[in-house]
C-alpha cells in the first residue's frame, strides 16, 4: 500500500493515541453522547470531579477497543469504511447505519483527519492495482499455497486474486462432506 506495516499510523497500537485525542476533543458533543456516558463524562464533561471517576479509568481500554474495531472493520467491512472517508453513514452491506451506532462513523471521520493519511481500507484499490501491474512488488515465490483455511475475508481473497495475476495461488480448503457440498453448490 506504500505505508510500512511498522510505519503505518492505522496500527491500533499507534491510532489509539490520536483517537484518545478526538475523543476527548468531542466528548462535550451530542454526537458521542453514547460514548461519553460509557466513560462517566456526564453532560460531556472531561472534569474527574464531574464525572464518576470508576468509568472515566475506562478511557484508554475504550479507545484501544475501538483502534482494534476500526482496524477489523478495514480488513472485514472496507467497503463501510470507504463509505464513511465519504460522508456515507452506511454499514457493510451499503445500508443506513443504525442510530446508536452513528456516532462510530462520526468518531472514524475525525481520526482519519486528525491522522491525516488514507486508511488501509482506503489503500486497497491501489494495492490491488500494485499486485495485478507488477508481480515483483512482493517478495512471495512463484507458487503460494495456503492450508486449512475455514474463513477468509473479502479483501484477503481480492488480495490472493490480485497475487493470482503472477503466480500461481492454490487454496486447500476443509471439505467436511460430499453432502454439505452439494447443499453449498
Same mark, same amino acid.
Given at each position: 500500500t506504500g505505508v510500512a506495516r511498522d510505519a503505518d499510523p492505522w496500527v491500533a497500537a499507534r491510532s489509539v493515541w490520536p483517537l484518545l485525542h478526538v475523543i476527548d476533543a468531542a466528548l462535550g458533543e451530542s454526537w458521542l453522547a453514547p460514548l461519553a456516558g460509557y466513560l462517566g463524562?456526564?453532560?460531556? &464533561?472531561?472534569?474527574? #470531579?464531574? &464525572?464518576?471517576?470508576?468509568?472515566? &479509568?475506562?478511557?484508554?481500554? #475504550?479507545?484501544? %477497543?475501538?483502534?482494534?474495531? !476500526?482496524? =477489523? !472493520?478495514?480488513?472485514? =467491512?472496507?467497503?463501510?469504511?470507504r463509505a464513511w472517508a465519504a460522508k456515507d453513514d452506511l454499514d457493510?452491506?451499503?445500508r443506513p447505519l443504525?442510530?446508536?451506532?452513528?456516532?462510530?462513523?462520526?468518531?472514524? =471521520?475525525?481520526? /482519519?483527519?486528525r491522522i491525516g493519511v488514507p486508511s488501509p481500507a482506503e489503500r486497497l484499490d491501489e494495492a490491488y492495482a500494485a499486485l495485478r501491474a507488477d508481480g515483483a512488488v512482493v517478495d512471495l515465490p512463484? /507458487?503460494?499455497?495456503?492450508?486449512?483455511?475455514?474463513?477468509?475475508?473479502? #479483501?484477503?481473497?481480492?488480495?490472493?486474486?490480485?497475487?493470482?495475476?503472477?503466480?500461481?495461488? %492454490?487454496?486447500f480448503l476443509l471439505h467436511p462432506s460430499p453432502v454439505l457440498w452439494q447443499r453449498i453448490e
Open positions: 463524562a456526564a453532560g460531556g &464533561s472531561a472534569d474527574p #470531579s464531574a &464525572s464518576d471517576l470508576g468509568r472515566r &479509568s475506562r478511557r484508554f481500554g #475504550s479507545a484501544r %477497543h475501538l483502534a482494534d474495531l !476500526y482496524d =477489523r !472493520y478495514g480488513v472485514h =467491512r472496507p467497503d463501510m469504511l457493510g452491506a451499503g443504525p442510530g446508536q451506532w452513528a456516532w462510530q462513523a462520526e468518531l472514524w =471521520r475525525r481520526l /482519519r483527519e512463484a /507458487r503460494l499455497s495456503l492450508f486449512g483455511l475455514t474463513r477468509l475475508p473479502a #479483501s484477503f481473497l481480492a488480495v490472493l486474486r490480485a497475487l493470482a495475476v503472477h503466480r500461481d495461488v %492454490h487454496l
